[in-house]
């Protein structure tokens, strides 16, 4: 068997069928060979083996893949056909020049009616059911006339990727040819437009001819008339190339080049404006310098070139446009219907007004108040440290410029009023508390708007706390007897709550009595549910009545405590003595 070969025989479907052989076992001499060969071809001492259809096949790639199945066909030669793709089995795409057909009549109207057309319209291209003409009262299949014309079929167009994204795709350039020549019989216009007028200036004498050496010599000139045009239409074009020079540009209008210019050689970058790496930070990304980098320098920031860009930010009309904006919104709350973007101008002089009328008020407030008081002489008195050249505080500071002491730093200030004494108090509201209130410690006052009495007041407050805790005391000592008109009442009450029990608890024997008759009925009905069920499980399932086990209604109380009376546990060592 390890010599023979194993032949099977062939269907019988078709004249190319090949008949299946397993290929014949190599010697061990034949195994070296092929080997050696293999090898050569890869380091490319032998030339590449070549396949069937003349190309070479690249020695670096496995036998499996290059060697042909010996069950499709054993003769064939080592190719690389059956890797690449079968030209049998590729969807085939739809040309560049295909496309629908737009205003196209194809066929004309027939005059007599034709086998397996329409029978109400005679159209080829649907049957009477699909027909969208208004049912005639007599087909055109019995009349012959009025025969429709066939609809035009537009046909099915399947294209790759690069065809469904091609944007000129159908267009016709025919249609561009229409466009040039509207555009070259408007030309043709314009020059006889020209030379007309030229020629009526020449007849009325506002024009005079050249007198150049052609005239003289009796020559004339060919294109004087075309080189005239083209200049003109130059010297049109160009009038207006000298005012067109904008920023970043340099129009030429003689050469015709627009160049770009660079930005200007002198301005300093941003991170070369101050070269310590302390300075304003510098990101790479947005190419923003925020803060300014000539702080520490000492320099006006007026005076330098460059600030930083909050700088700029805040400068001009900014603290102006967002102080406007502010306002607009504190109007709009209280009524007033102004807007900055719908109404700027209603907005700047209802502005302008109010701070008008504030300093307005401002001033009368300040005149109001130092009539009343006095002491305009302090307020045009100088600062005291004008007047005396010098402070008294401390401050004292490093060799590096920073402050040793001196200078302590500012404590946050809360968003509430702090250290606000009202009514002559000399301490804060909050500052004395005793058994769960607060007060001031001032004068031990819980009374939040209570006037300052002072040491009065703690005096007052000692005495009713110590008065307070000697009534219990004498109350217990002291009780006081009880008329007989209390004792008879007491009496009476006794009675009442006597009776008020006995009443009760002849409810609540009435009441348990009930629900044991309930319970007896509710156990009753639990048995005779039991031998229902009982005699329904020894029925077959198929004739049992339908849902005879289940049943819809909600239990009562008294169901359930029997169910849980009459339920068998199997766990339950007395389970076996229940039903005796």
């Given at each position: 068997?390890?010599?023979?070969?194993?032949?099977?025989?062939?269907?019988?479907?078709?004249?190319?069928?090949?008949?299946?052989?397993?290929?014949?076992?190599?010697?061990?001499?034949?195994?070296?060979?092929?080997?050696?060969?293999?090898?050569?071809?890869?380091?490319?001492?032998?030339?590449?083996?070549?396949?069937?259809?003349?190309?070479?096949?690249?020695?670096?790639?496995?036998?499996?893949?290059?060697?042909?199945?010996?069950?499709?066909?054993?003769?064939?030669?080592?190719?690389?056909?059956?890797?690449?793709?079968?030209?049998?089995?590729?969807?085939?795409?739809?040309?560049?020049?295909?496309?629908?057909?737009?205003?196209?009549?194809?066929?004309?109207?027939?005059?007599?009616?034709?086998?397996?057309?329409?029978?109400?319209?005679?159209?080829?291209?649907?049957?009477?059911?699909?027909?969208?003409?208004?049912p005639r009262r007599i087909g055109a299949r019995y009349t012959g006339m009025?025969?429709?014309?066939?609809?035009?079929?537009?046909?099915?167009?399947?294209?790759?990727?690069?065809?469904?994204?091609?944007?000129?795709?159908?267009?016709?350039?025919?249609?561009?040819?229409?466009?040039?020549?509207?555009?070259?019989?408007?030309?043709?216009?314009?020059?006889?437009?020209?030379?007309?007028?030229?020629?009526?200036?020449?007849?009325?004498?506002?024009?005079?001819?050249?007198?150049?050496?052609?005239?003289?010599?009796?020559?004339?000139?060919?294109?004087?008339?075309?080189?005239?045009?083209?200049?003109?239409?130059?010297?049109?074009?160009?009038?207006?190339?000298?005012?067109?020079?904008?920023?970043?540009?340099?129009?030429?209008?003689?050469?015709?080049?627009?160049?770009?210019?660079?930005?200007?050689?002198?301005?300093?970058?941003?991170?070369?404006?101050?070269?310590?790496?302390?300075?304003?930070?510098?990101?790479?990304?947005?190419?923003?310098?925020?803060?300014?980098?000539?702080?520490?320098?000492?320099?006006?920031?007026?005076?330098?070139?460059?600030?930083?860009?909050?700088?700029?930010?805040?400068?001009?009309?900014?603290?102006?446009?967002?102080?406007?904006?502010?306002?607009?919104?504190?109007?709009?709350?209280?009524?007033?219907?102004?807007?900055?973007?719908?109404?700027?101008?209603?907005?700047?002089?209802?502005?302008?007004?109010?701070?008008?009328?504030?300093?307005?008020?401002?001033?009368?407030?300040?005149?109001?108040?130092?009539?009343?008081?006095?002491?305009?002489?302090?307020?045009?008195?100088?600062?005291?440290?004008?007047?005396?050249?010098?402070?008294?505080?401390?401050?004292?500071?490093?060799?590096?410029?920073?402050?040793?002491?001196?200078?302590?730093?500012?404590?946050?200030?809360?968003?509430?009023?702090?250290?606000?004494?009202?009514?002559?108090?000399?301490?804060?509201?909050?500052?004395?508390?005793?058994?769960?209130?607060?007060?001031?410690?001032?004068?031990?006052?819980?009374?939040?708007?209570?006037?300052?009495t002072g040491e009065a007041g703690k005096e007052i407050a000692d005495a009713?706390?110590?008065?307070?805790?000697?009534?219990?005391?004498?109350?217990?000592?002291?009780?006081?007897?009880?008329?007989?008109?209390?004792?008879?009442?007491?009496?009476?009450?006794?009675?009442?709550?006597?009776?008020h029990k006995k009443s009760s608890n002849s409810d609540s024997e009435g009441?348990?009595?009930?629900?044991?008759?309930?319970?007896?009925?509710?156990?009753?009905?639990?048995?005779?549910?039991?031998?229902?069920?009982?005699?329904?499980?020894?029925?077959?399932?198929?004739?049992?009545?339908?849902?005879?086990?289940?049943?819809?209604?909600?239990?009562?109380?008294?169901?359930?405590?029997?169910?849980?009376?009459?339920?068998?546990?199997?766990?339950?060592?007395?389970?076996?003595?229940?039903?005796?």
């Open positions: 068997m390890s010599s023979g070969t194993v032949t099977n025989a062939a269907p019988s479907g078709g004249s190319n069928d090949v008949g299946l052989e397993e290929p014949k076992k190599m010697t061990r001499e034949d195994w070296r060979k092929k080997k050696e060969l293999e090898e050569q071809r890869k380091l490319g001492n032998a030339p590449a083996e070549v396949d069937e259809e003349g190309k070479d096949i690249n020695p670096h790639i496995p036998q499996y893949i290059s060697s042909v199945p010996w069950y499709i066909d054993p003769s064939k030669r080592p190719t690389l056909k059956h890797q690449r793709p079968q030209p049998e089995k590729q969807k085939k795409y739809s040309t560049s020049g295909e496309w629908y057909k737009r205003g196209v009549k194809e066929h004309a109207v027939a005059t007599r009616y034709r086998k397996g057309a329409c029978e109400n319209c005679g159209a080829l291209t649907h049957s009477k059911k699909y027909c969208m003409e208004r009025n025969i429709a014309p066939d609809e035009h079929v537009q046909p099915q167009l399947t294209f790759d990727y690069d065809g469904k994204r091609d944007r000129w795709n159908g267009y016709n350039p025919e249609e561009h040819m229409k466009i040039v020549e509207e555009y070259a019989k408007v030309d043709l216009a314009k020059r006889t437009l020209k030379a007309q007028k030229l020629q009526e200036e020449l007849a009325s004498g506002k024009l005079e001819q050249v007198n150049s050496p052609r005239h003289q010599w009796g020559e004339e000139e060919p294109n004087s008339q075309t080189e005239r045009d083209h200049n003109s239409e130059d010297e049109d074009e160009d009038k207006y190339a000298d005012d067109i020079d904008m920023p970043g540009q340099n129009f030429d209008s003689k050469r015709r080049i627009t160049v770009r210019n660079l930005r200007i050689r002198e301005d300093i970058a941003k991170y070369l404006r101050n070269l310590d790496p302390n300075s304003a930070y510098y990101d790479p990304k947005t190419r923003a310098m925020r803060e300014n980098p000539y702080a520490n320098t000492g320099k006006n920031p007026d005076e330098v070139g460059y600030a930083g860009d909050n700088f700029v930010r805040y400068t001009g009309d900014t603290i102006s446009m967002a102080q406007t904006q502010l306002f607009a919104w504190e109007a709009y709350d209280k009524g007033s219907e102004v807007h900055l973007q719908a109404d700027p101008t209603k907005l700047e002089l209802l502005y302008k007004s109010f701070k008008v009328k504030k300093e307005d008020f401002k001033a009368q407030q300040k005149e109001s108040i130092l009539e009343k008081y006095g002491g305009q002489e302090h307020l045009d008195a100088p600062p005291a440290e004008l007047l005396l050249a010098q402070t008294e505080d401390y401050v004292e500071y490093s060799r590096h410029g920073t402050v040793i002491k001196g200078q302590e730093k500012a404590v946050a200030c809360s968003k509430y009023e702090e250290d606000v004494k009202i009514n002559n108090h000399t301490s804060i509201w909050g500052s004395y508390w005793k058994e769960g209130k607060w007060g001031y410690k001032c004068c031990h006052s819980f009374v939040k708007y209570s006037y300052c009713e706390a110590s008065l307070l805790q000697e009534q219990p005391r004498e109350e217990e000592h002291m009780t006081k007897p009880k008329t007989l008109m209390e004792i008879h009442q007491e009496k009476q009450k006794e009675k009442k709550k006597k009776k009441e348990e009595k009930k629900k044991q008759e309930k319970l007896k009925k509710a156990l009753n009905a639990e048995e005779a549910r039991l031998l229902h069920a009982k005699e329904l499980m020894q029925v077959d399932e198929r004739k049992r009545p339908y849902s005879s086990i289940y049943d819809s209604r909600e239990p009562t109380e008294e169901e359930m405590e029997a169910y849980r009376m009459k339920r068998q546990r199997p766990d339950d060592p007395m389970a076996s003595f229940l039903g005796q």
